[in-house]
């Protein structure tokens, strides 16, 4: 999605906008906003990612021009989008939505500016070589959301410790798949626990995957990390409450809109750098002399409001442990 139709999202002119967006784009240097997901989604972010901008003095429209692209969870569409952005020439490259953005991005070009927010842990990913000097022309931060995936597995356990189907609902198109079932095969092992995986990657797959949760009479589900999921939060929380299914998630706003349970970390330190990052870029340091940030705080989030209408009983340990319970 080009910046001129995430105009029309928010009520500006749609027909002032291309000859200005030219204008101001030979004035400013260009920052491109690729993203997995969509406007909706990601439009608290960008203001985040603008407030780092802003603190090093660089303001959109007065200096700076924001060129967006939006994939919408299809992510066959970012490669061409991350071409798009690189004919453009525009000054840095800022991808939002995962490692499969950034590697999209990272295919896309080794020469413009590369600022990612990651899911992962980079090296696994291939993003990068070093944490500390990440070299070429990428940087960025990872909130490392599908490393925690065992984390999630154990607390469900600890929710539902006699359950006997707990479910995994994966997105087989990202591109940590392979490293994120593994992660969670492995915890499942260690705690003897048995599970199920189901995919999905549209919003019909999650329809389905939930009509073959209620078949299995499933006691739990853990929904694995994915961006395209993130953009699906009503969905997922919606059907898991219709079908009574306990459920812990990777983002908070998953419990905020009625999700029982969720382990994970703020997004917001994790995007205000992606625009420091792409300020100091700016200004002359190269990406790869920039270190990756790695997230230092996680946050267990309790909707206990939730629990209640589910039935579920959450244990006192569990509550003592959560950072924020939702009434």
């Not at 020469?111 to 899911?119: D, H, M, N, S, Y």
Request: net charge neutral; aromatic share 6%.
């Amino acid at each position: 999605m080009r910046r001129r139709d995430f105009i029309k999202l928010v009520g500006g002119s749609a027909v002032t906008w291309p000859l200005a967006a030219r204008a101001q784009q030979r004035a400013f240097p260009v920052v491109g906003l690729l993203s997995s997901r969509s406007p909706a989604v990601d439009t608290p972010l960008i203001a985040v990612i603008r407030q780092g901008l802003n603190e090093a003095g660089f303001v959109e429209g007065q200096n700076i021009a924001l060129d967006y692209r939006w994939a919408d969870g299809q992510y066959d569409r970012l490669v061409g989008l991350a071409a798009d952005l690189v004919r453009q020439q525009v000054a840095v490259i800022v991808t939002m939505g995962g490692d499969t953005t950034a590697l999209a991005a990272k295919a896309a070009t080794a020469t413009i500016p590369i600022v990612f927010a990651g899911g992962t842990d980079p090296l696994r990913s291939g993003l990068v070589t070093s944490l500390q000097r990440p070299g070429g022309n990428i940087t960025g931060s990872s909130t490392l959301l599908v490393e925690m995936e065992a984390k999630r597995l154990g607390l469900l356990r600890d929710l539902r410790p006699h359950a006997t189907t707990t479910v995994v609902l994966v997105n087989p198109d990202i591109s940590f798949a392979e490293i994120q079932l593994s992660d969670i095969q492995t915890a499942a092992h260690s705690i003897r626990e048995e599970i199920t995986v189901l995919n999905a990657s549209t919003i019909r797959d999650i329809d389905q995957a939930f009509a073959k949760l209620v078949q299995m009479h499933a006691d739990a589900l853990l929904v694995a990390t994915d961006p395209f999921f993130f953009t699906r939060v009503a969905q997922l929380v919606v059907l898991a409450a219709r079908h009574v299914i306990p459920t812990v998630y990777f983002r908070r706003e998953f419990t905020v809109a009625g999700g029982l349970m969720s382990y994970g970390v703020s997004q917001t330190d994790a995007y205000r750098l992606l625009g420091v990052y792409a300020a100091r870029i700016l200004k002359g340091e190269k990406p790869g002399d920039l270190p990756i940030q790695l997230p230092t705080k996680y946050e267990l989030v309790i909707n206990v409001s939730t629990a209640r209408v589910l039935g579920v009983e959450i244990p006192p340990t569990l509550l003592a442990r959560a950072d924020e319970l939702i009434e």
